[in-house]
């Protein structure tokens, strides 16, 4: 049994008809030649499943409400799992295209999962073109990051990266409502003992703050969380206190991030594009702008972002808003099987003409949001976000999505993700897996989302987008690979 952040409460939310609340993980192989005899692909999926079901505890939690929203959610264990009906094959019809099977993708994602079973399913793809076949592994974002998805990935492969253990069976599981009142009543009396606890760990981390900041803390702090225009007095104040220290800058740089092709009413629909990247390029890039493979990959993207907008109606006169999901995983979390991660807003100067200007406002941008969230309390955060009532976080996300567009509360325009993935590829069954996807999430207005995974020595580049908000995604990948090329001819 394992209680929801408040962050999972929200992903939750947001399983409505016009956003879709899970995320996919796809391997992608190459079928041998000669196949062998033996079971079928799916009988092989369900029976590696059934093998692994005692250490992969979120395929066995199924949602659990609290009676009168007194206490958060929890995942409870199941009795029993049918994987008669989690584990699906589909073969596509003969002669399918790439297209088509990118489509069958699509519509497969836009099925939102069902809530009275542990909310995943794994589909069995065949006959794909080229003797290929796809796994993609589906879950709740309630329960699952990109790193959850990789990690059952890795613990139902033939051998496994990641050792854990089998857990304990939840001695109440299925509980009546009697018990889960009981829970609610429990979870609401221990609140006060977990505020105090937050309220003790935040005096010790300002106390940490004042010895380092100095003077310049309080100021610093109140412009970090202020949004936009309202910290630029305090944030001007901060620096002069500061010194040689990094920019304070507010986390959330504008109360509503500029209009933009990017953005617009979700519809349910759903569509991928992948483009792979070797990483040797992308640390090429990196160099050039003077920072990390993740700046290099930041630059390309932003100057595709910037001429997928002079195509799409111009470019206005200040930088697009990113979200920049940052895992706060350290490894010592009791809850493994969990959202780990909070948002770091980034602005993205598709606004700047000259490419080696932008791309020098990139590398200065990104360094100033990770060293003002360094100075932030990013595990009180995690902690404190559990004190979110889902009974309350369910209804404003709901009521969210249903406003129109023009009247959304909009922090940013787009999300871009970067998860390191695996250096080497794993095998299912004898065969190594050729690639790994994610399919990724969007947040309500929000048509967009570049994930970036590498798998061994490239680097996918995965748009997950509405086509009814961004019209021509594969246009936007395409501009991405002529961006990078752009990059890479600066060297010297």
């Known amino acids: 049994m394992q209680k929801l952040s408040g962050i999972d409460e929200m992903f939750l939310a947001l399983d409505t008809d016009r956003t879709i609340g899970h995320v996919a993980g796809i391997g992608l192989f190459t079928a041998p030649a000669r196949r062998m005899g ?10 590696r499943i059934a093998e692994r079901l005692p250490t992969l505890p979120p395929l066995r939690w199924k949602l659990e409400s609290t009676p009168l929203g007194l206490d958060s959610s929890r995942w409870v264990e199941v009795d029993h799992v049918d994987l008669d009906v989690h584990v699906r094959g589909v073969r596509m019809p003969a002669g399918s295209t790439e297209a088509d099977f990118v489509a069958r993708l699509n519509a497969i994602m836009e099925i939102p999962l069902e809530r009275d079973r542990p909310m995943w399913e794994m589909y069995v793809i065949e006959g794909i073109a080229g003797r290929r076949y796809a796994y993609l592994f589906k879950i709740t974002h309630g329960v699952a990051d990109g790193s959850t998805l990789w990690t059952i990935f890795d613990h139902l492969s033939d051998a496994p990266v990641q050792p854990v253990q089998a857990s304990a069976p939840d001695p109440e599981a299925d509980a009546g409502p009697l018990t889960r009142l009981r829970r609610g009543l429990t979870g609401a009396a221990t609140r006060p003992v977990t505020v105090a606890r937050l309220g003790a760990g935040l005096a010790t981390w300002a106390a940490r703050e004042l010895s380092v900041e100095k003077l310049a803390a309080l100021p610093a702090t109140v412009a970090r969380i202020s949004p936009g225009r309202l910290s630029r007095p305090l944030a001007a104040l901060a620096n002069r206190l500061n010194g040689d220290a990094p920019d304070v800058a507010p986390l959330f740089p504008t109360v509503k ?3 933009s092709p990017f953005n617009g009413e979700l519809t349910g629909r759903l569509s991928i594009v992948n483009l792979e990247v070797p990483i040797a390029q992308l640390r090429r890039a990196g160099r050039v702008c003077g920072g990390t493979i993740n700046d ?8 595709a972002l910037r001429d997928y907008m002079i195509e799409h109606g111009g470019v206005g006169g200040e930088p697009l808003v990113s979200s920049v999901p940052i895992s706060w995983r350290t490894g010592q979390e009791k809850e493994r099987w969990a959202n780990q991660i909070w948002m770091l807003f980034v602005p993205l100067p598709v606004h700047i003409a000259d490419p080696v200007a932008r791309q020098a406002e990139v590398l200065r941008q990104t360094g100033i949001a ?6 932030m309390p990013a595990h009180l955060l ?4 559990g004190l979110l009532p889902g009974e309350l976080m369910h209804p404003a ?4 999505v249903r406003i129109p567009d023009r009247l959304t509360p909009r922090l940013f325009n787009l999300s871009v993700s970067n998860v390191k993935g695996p250096a080497a590829k794993p095998a299912y069954g004898g065969v190594v897996m050729d690639n790994y996807l994610v399919y990724g999430f969007l947040a309500p207005g929000v048509g967009l989302l570049a994930g970036c995974m590498s798998y061994g020595d490239i ?3 995965t748009l ?3 086509p009814d908000v961004v019209t021509d995604l594969a246009g936007l990948s395409a501009l991405i690979r002529t961006n990078l090329d752009a990059i890479l001819s600066q060297e010297r």
């Open 382 to 385: 995690r902690e404190g976000s």
């Open 296 to 303: 290099g990959l930041l630059a390309a993207i932003t100057g």
């Open 464 to 466: 997950t987008g509405c």
């Open 38 to 47: 033996g079971p079928d692909r799916v009988e092989f999926v369900r029976s």
């Open 370 to 375: 990770k060293a003002n969230w360094a100075r």
């Open 459 to 461: 680097c996918n580049i």
């Open 397 to 400: 996300m709901q009521a969210m």
């Open 257 to 259: 991030a500029p209009d």
